[in-house]
C-alpha cells in the first residue's frame, strides 16, 4: 500500500526557516511527480510546487507570488524523499501542508493526483 508521509512542521517564529520531508512507500518514486500543497481551514488546497519526474519543478499560479522566492523543492530519489525548503516564513504561512504524486507530471488540479499524504502543520507565530 502507497504511503506518502509528510514530517518536519511545527510552531516557528516569523523569519524563520522550516524543511518539511516527504517520505514515499511502496511507491517507484522515480516515476511520479511530485507536489506540494497546502490548506488552511475554510480554504481551498493551494497548489505550491511540484517537480516532475525528471526533475523539472513547476510553480502554481494561485500561490507563485505568496510564495515566490521562499519556498524551493527538491527531491532524491534515492531516498525516496520530496523536500519544501521554506524561508523567511510569514504567519500567512501557517497551514496544513501536503505533499502529493501522480504518474510521471504535474498537473494543477488536485483530483488528477494519485497519493496523497496526511499533512504536517507549519504555524508561524509573528
Known amino acids: 500500500q502507497v504511503q506518502l508521509v509528510e514530517s518536519g512542521g511545527g510552531l516557528v517564529q516569523a523569519g524563520e526557516s522550516l524543511r518539511l520531508s516527504c517520505t514515499a512507500s511502496?511507491?517507484?518514486?522515480?516515476?511520479?511527480?511530485m507536489g506540494w500543497y497546502r490548506q488552511v481551514p475554510g480554504k481551498e488546497r493551494e497548489g505550491l510546487l511540484c517537480?516532475?519526474?525528471?526533475?523539472?519543478?513547476?510553480?502554481?499560479?494561485d500561490s507563485v507570488d505568496s510564495v515566490k522566492g521562499r519556498l524551493t523543492s527538491s527531491r532524491d530519489n534515492a531516498k525516496n524523499t520530496l523536500y519544501l525548503q521554506m524561508n523567511s516564513l510569514k504567519p500567512e504561512d501557517t497551514a496544513m501542508y501536503y505533499c502529493?504524486?501522480?504518474?510521471?507530471?504535474?498537473?494543477?488540479?488536485?483530483?488528477?493526483?494519485?497519493?496523497w499524504g496526511q499533512g504536517t502543520q507549519v504555524t508561524v507565530s509573528s
Open positions: 502529493a504524486a501522480r504518474y510521471r507530471q504535474c498537473s494543477g488540479s488536485l483530483s488528477e493526483y494519485n497519493y
Open positions: 511502496e511507491l517507484l518514486f522515480e516515476n511520479y511527480a
Open positions: 517537480i516532475n519526474w525528471y526533475g523539472s519543478t513547476t510553480g502554481y499560479a
